[in-house]
C-alpha cells in the first residue's frame, strides 16, 4: 500500500523558510516522479512543484518559482520542499503525491498533508 506521510510544516513570519518532507513507502521511491500539491481553505488544489525520478528534472508553479526548492533522496525514499521568502499566500495544507501529471480532476490527498500559516 503506498503511504505518504508530509511532516514540516508550522506557523512562519512573512519573509521566512519551512523545509517540508514526505516520507515515501510502499512503493519504489526512486522510479516514481513526485510533486507537491497545495490546498488553501475553501480552494482547489494547485500543483506547486514536481521532480522526476532522479532529481535531473524539476519544475516550478509561476507563484513559487525562485522562492521554492523541490528536491529528493532517493537512498532515504524522502522527498522535500524548502520554502523560502514565505508570503500569507503561502498558507495552505501541503501534499506530496507520486507521477508528474497535473492536473488531476479526481485527485484526493493520500496523506494528512501538513499545514503551513505564514502569518505575522
Known amino acids: 500500500e503506498v503511504q505518504l506521510v508530509e511532516s514540516g510544516g508550522g506557523l512562519v513570519q512573512p519573509g521566512g523558510s519551512l523545509r517540508l518532507a514526505c516520507v515515501a513507502s510502499?512503493?519504489?521511491?526512486?522510479?516514481?516522479?513526485m510533486i507537491w500539491v497545495r490546498q488553501a481553505p475553501g480552494k482547489g488544489p494547485e500543483w506547486v512543484a514536481g521532480?522526476?525520478?532522479?532529481?535531473?528534472?524539476?519544475k516550478y508553479s509561476d507563484f513559487v518559482r525562485g522562492r521554492f526548492v523541490i528536491s529528493r533522496d532517493n537512498a532515504k525514499n524522502t522527498l522535500y520542499l524548502q520554502m523560502n521568502s514565505l508570503k500569507p499566500e503561502d498558507t495552505a495544507r501541503y501534499y506530496c503525491?507520486?507521477?508528474?501529471?497535473?492536473?488531476?480532476?479526481?485527485?484526493?490527498?493520500r496523506g494528512q498533508g501538513t499545514q503551513v500559516i505564514v502569518s505575522s
Open positions: 503525491a507520486t507521477g508528474t501529471q497535473w492536473p488531476r480532476p479526481d485527485w484526493s490527498p
Open positions: 510502499g512503493f519504489t521511491f526512486g522510479l516514481s516522479g
Open positions: 521532480i522526476s525520478t532522479g532529481g535531473a528534472t524539476k
